[in-house]
């Protein structure tokens, strides 16, 4: 091997790093701690895309984004101080949600580190919680290596945000580098997991010998792609499928052994079959309090198998019988070829009967001309013939979305599920753009959580980025007000929301806008803007008292549903927002 | 209930930060913690004792510490299968005329007096924790001016050389947990 070593600046070493590990797009924003690497950048900018956000917070989610439609790690870039303070919400989600980013800040010089120093911050320490790592760099020496460090830890075992501190002097500092020499995989150590054949046997003889099995197929199976050992372990066992909300695309929403989303928005006969069934697998899913519902009453007559990456999931808030530390891929290679295939008539009859309860009040049978949220959805749905990738914000639209956009394929639901942060859709639709290009994007997000982000806008235009935004308005901070109606006596405290003028919002950055106040309407915008290329928004201007349902209460049995009443919502409870866009 | 973890940590600043942080951010105190170099080089090991861990949950710490990129190992310590010690020092001023009984209870407790000044003593003795306790109450007599505890270092008594019975000297079955 040739030895080719040059003396290059901590700076340039970053952008050789990032290169060599694959990235071609960065998100960031500089400053004055991170300028020797955005200076730098002009040597790399041929190779490495930097896409300019407008908060850093936006440049987490567009790595977030980028990550969860691609597979790969999502790199964000940003200054010392409140650079890398603005990007504690976006390692939040990340970290809850098992997504591999790689943060990048400038720190203060090593001389004045600990003086309070102008932009100081102590980033590793306050991102200590939020990520699966923070390395702070010393020394320049040990940066490439860090570097490789940080991209392997965020995308090994269970995925998860890495924070890289380097110090401007660092960045200044000249080393000798050596280009052919990549750093070795082990500085670090990797959690693998250990399968043994008596595992397996267990969790084969519990199949084999249950009459009512439910699968949970959770974010797992997207993490360890996974998505065809779930289905023949399915179709093997004739077992049905239910999924977590970050689950939705790991398997087929049209697969006939799909019960759809469990838990608090779940499907009822999902809901009902978890807590009747006599056996759940549950696969790279951590059962959080969103689908269990009261733990005490959760599933309570069945044996649990828990397959999953990260030990410490196991028996953390559901004891399970069966508990199986590995990769989901691998694991159900294993598995399936014990399981024997059972005739389980009488089950499915069951789930059957609960699926026929709900569909009496499903809002898509219901006759009204009233526009909701769910409608637009379902539209979009339609228009898109299922094949867009969505990213939703959070709210009631995050719920509808999940419940009335059906996903096929794995990757196609992108959505801040355990941390639940509005504002992360329209910048992670953003970074999902960059991953897929050959697929629509379409960010599905309220009008309260579009005011959180909407500064990205501005980035959408700049980039040029393929994107549709529906703003589903309703004039509220729709899933707070469902709180207040149902458990605070229809106080709806701070909830109406004033919205601006969004067609000429979108106008004023320079992207086309449209409005739409009915179905009719809302077909016949997407028929037209699908067609365009280029960024599109659009405002659905939705009725403002409906629900989601089914609903579980918190802290209620998973069983102990509120659904939707027979004869449609009930309307106008609260105060109209003034000011709402007029038909 | 209280429980001790053994865990083999890289020697890097931050690590106790990371440990601590897991303990912390889940309301949990940590009685004591001692750390320092180990046979391993680059490597220190480290003995955490935390209060109030319900015993179902004394394994997921065991995870969720090996979880962090830092953290090389870690073991429950139980009574079976460690020895535990700590480390006392204690500063006193007796009476003059029962220095001399001072000196009979290091004798008998296999302490030491490491300084014998004219206005006070340091005395150190090395035990169990329970065995501490009582050197503690027995030491209160003579005037405690200053009292240093270690915090409790465990050794697992698993390894190739170990010829000797399950239980150690001086050790009690409940000690661990106590
Ligand atoms: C950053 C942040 N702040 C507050 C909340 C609490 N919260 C959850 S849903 C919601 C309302 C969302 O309103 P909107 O974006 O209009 O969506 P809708 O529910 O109306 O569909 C709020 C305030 C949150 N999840 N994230
Ligand atoms: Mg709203």
């Known amino acids: ?583 | 209930m209280k429980t001790t973890y053994v865990a083999l940590v890289r020697d890097t600043a931050g690590v106790l930060n990371q440990i601590v942080n897991q303990f912390r951010k889940r309301n949990i105190n940590i009685e004591s913690l001692t750390v320092a170099q180990c046979e391993k080089p680059g490597l220190s090991r480290t003995t955490i004792v935390a209060n109030d861990i319900e015993p179902s949950r004394q394994d997921f710490f065991v995870h969720i510490l090996m979880n962090l990129v830092n953290v090389v190992e870690v073991e429950l310590a139980s009574d079976s299968s460690h020895i535990v010690r700590e480390n006392v020092l204690a500063k006193i001023d007796p009476p003059p005329k029962k220095r001399k009984e001072v000196k009979e209870l290091a004798h008998k407790s296999q302490g030491r007096l490491l300084r014998n000044g004219s206005s006070s003593m340091v005395f150190e003795a090395a035990g169990t924790a329970k065995e501490m306790d009582k050197l503690v109450g027995d030491l209160e007599p003579f005037n405690i001016i200053e009292l240093v505890r270690s915090g409790r270092v465990a050794i697992s008594k698993q390894g190739k050389d170990l010829t000797l019975s399950p239980t150690g000297p001086g050790e009690s079955q409940d000690e661990l947990s106590r």
Request: hydrophobic residues 40%; charged residues 20%; aromatic residues 6%.
């Open chain 1, 1 to 583: 091997m040739t030895e080719k070593k040059t003396r290059i600046t901590g700076a340039e070493i970053i952008w050789e790093c990032l290169i060599k590990e694959g990235v071609d797009v960065i998100f960031g924003y500089p400053g004055g701690a991170i300028l020797p690497a955005y200076d730098a950048l002009t040597k790399y900018d041929d190779r490495i895309h930097h896409v300019l956000v407008r908060h850093e917070q936006g440049a987490t989610h567009m790595a977030d984004g980028y990550a969860r439609a691609s597979g790969k790690v999502g790199v964000a870039m940003a200054t010392s101080g409140p650079g890398a303070t603005n990007m504690v919400t976006g390692l939040a989600t990340a970290m809850m949600d098992s997504s591999p980013i790689v943060c990048i800040t400038g720190q203060v010089p090593l001389s004045v580190m600990g003086t309070d120093a102008f932009q100081e911050t102590d980033v590793t320490g306050i991102t200590l919680s939020v990520t699966k790592h923070s390395f702070l760099v010393t020394d320049v020496k040990e940066l490439a290596q860090t570097i490789h460090d940080a991209f392997r830890i965020a995308r090994s075992g269970r995925p998860g945000p890495v924070v890289i501190d380097i110090p401007k002097c660092v960045q200044n500092e000249a080393v000798s580098f050596n280009y052919s020499n990549p750093p070795a995989d082990l500085s670090v150590h990797v959690v693998d997991g250990a399968v043994t054949e008596e595992q397996i046997r267990l969790a084969a003889d519990l199949i084999n010998t249950a009459e009512k099995p439910v699968i949970l197929a959770g974010h797992g199976v997207l993490l360890s792609e996974a998505m065809t050992g779930l289905k023949q372990l399915a179709e093997q066992g004739s077992i049905p499928v239910s999924t977590t909300l970050l689950g939705i695309g790991g398997f087929p929403s049209s697969h006939p052994l799909n019960m759809g989303m469990m838990g608090m928005h779940g499907n009822a006969h999902a809901n009902n079959a978890i807590q009747d069934a006599d056996l759940l697998i549950a696969c790279g899913m951590r059962f959080d309090d969103r689908v269990t519902g009261k733990l005490k009453t959760y599933s309570p007559h069945s044996k649990k198998i828990h397959i999953d990456i990260d030990r410490s999931e196991f028996n953390k808030v559901v004891p399970v019988d069966v508990a199986i530390h590995g990769d989901l891929k691998q694991v159900l290679w294993q598995l399936t070829p014990e399981v024997t295939s059972r005739n389980r008539g009488p089950w499915f009859k069951q789930i059957k009967k609960w699926q026929a309860s709900i569909d009496e009040v499903e809002i898509l049978n219901q006759t009204s001309d009233e526009f909701m949220a769910a409608h637009a959805i379902r539209i979009i749905w339609e228009e898109t013939g299922g094949n867009a990738l969505v990213v939703s914000d959070v709210g009631q639209h995050q719920m509808l979305e999940a419940q009335y956009y059906e996903h096929n394929k794995p990757r196609t639901l992108i959505t801040s599920g355990g941390l639940g942060t509005m504002g992360f859709a329209l910048p992670a639709g953003i970074g999902a753009s960059f991953a897929v290009k050959n697929k629509d994007v379409w960010v599905i997000v309220g009008d309260g959580g579009i005011q959180m982000t909407l500064m990205e806008l501005a980035t959408v235009v700049q980039e040029n980025v393929n994107i549709k935004i529906a703003i589903i308005n309703n004039g509220y901070l729709g899933m707070v007000r469902q709180w207040q109606e149902m458990f605070y006596n229809a106080r709806y405290s701070e909830t109406p929301i004033y919205s601006p003028d969004y067609v000429r919002l979108a106008e004023a950055y320079r992207l086309p806008g449209y409005r739409v106040f009915n179905k009719d309407d809302a077909r016949k915008t997407l028929n037209e803007v699908q067609r365009l290329d280029g960024p599109v928004l659009i405002e659905f201007v939705v009725e403002q008292h409906d629900m989601v349902y089914p609903m579980v209460p918190t802290g209620a049995n998973l069983h102990d549903m509120i659904r939707r009443p027979n004869g449609g919502q009930e309307k106008n409870k609260g105060r109209v927002i003034e000011k709402r866009p007029a038909k």
